[in-house]
C-alpha cells in the first residue's frame, strides 16, 4: 500500500452505518478569576487552570475528557452519541460539575469566543513542548496566531463517516457554508477592552494565523466534492510541519514539512499509523479530516447556547435530503463566488 492509501485508509477507518452515526462536541471556555484576572495556565501560587483540570478529570468518569488550550482554556470534548438529546444532556452534566468548582474556588466563565480584556502578552503559555513550538510557529507566520492561541474559545463537532461520498459531500457543504456558521455564531463582542462592532473577529484572528494550514480548504484549491480525499492529501503534504514525533512517540521540533516526514519514514519502513495522525491534527482548516469530519467555525456561545452550532450543522450534514438540496445549490457557485463570501464573514 502506498503512502496516499495509508493515509485515504486512516480517513476512512471508522466508517459506520447511517444509522449508527454519532455526534460529538468539544467545548472550551475562558475562565477568570474573581478579581478579573485570567486564570493563570501553569502550576504556581494560586489555583490555576492545571488544578482546574485535574479535578475535572478526576470526576469525569465516562463523561468524555478535560484538556486545556494553549493559554489556559478549558475544553470538554464530549462522548459521541447517536441524537442530541443524550449530548445535551451530557453538556448539562459537564456544566453542572464544571460549576461546581468554578463556585469553589470564585471563577468566572467567560462566554464568549474572544478573550474581551486581555492580549495574548498578558496571557502565560501553557508549559507544553508542542504548544511551545506551535508558538514558535506562529510567530513566523501570520500576524494573530498568538491570540488564535491564547484568547479564541470555540465549539467544534465531530461528525461520523458512513462512506467515502458521504465524506465528500459532507466536507464540501460545511466548508461552502462556513461564512453562514460565522455569522450566525459570532459571539465575541470585545477585544483589548474594546467594542469589536461589525468586525467578527474570532473569524478574522483565524484568517490571519497560518495560511497554509489554516482558513478554507477552497483556499487550498479544494473546490468540488470530486475526489476530496486525494485532494486533501495533497494539500496537507504541502504544509510546514509543527512538530513530529520520535521513534518512542515523543512530541520534537521539526524543519520538514508534513509530507517530507511522512514520505522520509515511508521510505525507511519506519512509518506508523501515530505518525500520520500527528500529521492530520496540524492542519487546522475550518472543516478538517481526521477518521471523522470536524466542522471548526462557530464561536463559543453565549451561557445556554452551547448546542445552537451542533443543532444546525447536525441537521445541515446529517439529513441527506437536507444536505442533498444544499449541495445542488453550492456546486453552482463559482470560486470567485466562494471567495466573496468568505470574504463578506470577516
Known amino acids: 500500500m502506498n503512502l496516499q492509501n495509508k493515509i485515504r485508509s486512516i480517513i476512512l477507518s471508522h466508517l459506520v452505518e447511517s444509522e449508527a452515526r454519532t455526534v460529538g462536541m468539544e467545548e472550551e471556555c475562558i475562565l477568570y478569576t474573581k478579581d478579573n484576572r485570567r486564570l493563570p495556565v501553569n502550576p504556581c501560587a494560586e489555583f490555576s487552570a492545571t ?13 468524555g475528557i478535560y484538556s486545556l488550550e494553549p493559554g489556559g482554556q478549558l475544553e470538554w470534548s464530549s462522548p459521541p452519541y447517536r441524537d442530541m438529546n443524550n449530548l445535551y444532556s451530557a453538556l448539562a452534566k ?37 504548544y511551545q513550538l506551535m508558538n514558535a510557529n506562529m510567530e513566523r507566520n501570520g500576524t494573530l496566531g498568538k491570540w488564535m492561541m491564547r484568547n479564541t474559545a470555540s465549539v467544534q463537532i465531530n461528525f461520523d463517516i458512513t462512506s467515502e461520498k458521504d465524506l465528500e459531500n459532507m466536507t ?90 511522512l514520505i522520509a519514514l515511508e521510505k525507511s519502513g519506519e512509518l506508523r499509523t501515530e505518525d500520520i495522525q500527528a500529521a492530520l491534527h496540524q492542519i487546522f482548516t475550518n472543516v478538517r479530516l481526521k477518521h471523522l469530519v470536524e466542522v471548526r467555525g462557530a464561536d463559543r456561545p453565549p451561557k445556554g447556547h452551547e448546542m445552537a452550532p451542533v443543532a444546525f450543522w447536525t441537521g445541515v450534514l446529517t439529513s441527506e435530503s437536507v444536505r442533498d438540496e444544499i449541495l445542488s445549490v453550492v456546486k453552482k457557485w463559482t470560486p470567485e463566488n466562494r471567495h466573496h463570501f468568505n470574504k463578506v464573514s470577516l
Not at 94 to 100: E, I, S, V
Not at 110 to 120: A, D, R
Not at 202 to 222: A, M, Q, S
Not at 246 to 251: A, F, H, T, Y
Open 51 to 63: 488544578d482546574l483540570l485535574s479535578i475535572m478529570n478526576e470526576n469525569v468518569g465516562t463523561n
Open 172 to 261: 464540501f457543504v460545511a466548508d461552502c457554508l462556513q461564512p453562514v456558521c460565522a455569522y450566525l455564531f459570532a459571539n465575541s463582542p470585545f477585544r483589548n477592552g474594546k467594542p469589536t462592532g461589525t468586525e467578527n473577529i474570532r473569524n478574522v484572528i483565524w484568517e490571519n494565523t497560518d495560511n497554509p494550514r489554516c482558513r478554507n480548504l477552497i483556499d487550498h484549491g479544494i473546490e468540488s466534492p470530486e475526489r476530496m480525499i486525494d485532494h486533501y492529501i495533497d494539500y496537507i503534504m504541502t504544509v510546514p510541519g509543527i512538530f513530529q514525533l520520535d521513534k518512542d512517540g515523543v512530541i520534537v521540533d521539526t524543519h520538514q514539512t508534513l509530507g517530507a516526514r
Open 94 to 130: 459537564h456544566k453542572q460539575a464544571l460549576h461546581k468548582v468554578v463556585e469553589a474556588n470564585e471563577l468566572k466563565i467567560i462566554s464568549y469566543g474572544v478573550e474581551p480584556n486581555y492580549s495574548p502578552d498578558d496571557i502565560d503559555l501553557i508549559n507544553q513542548l508542542k
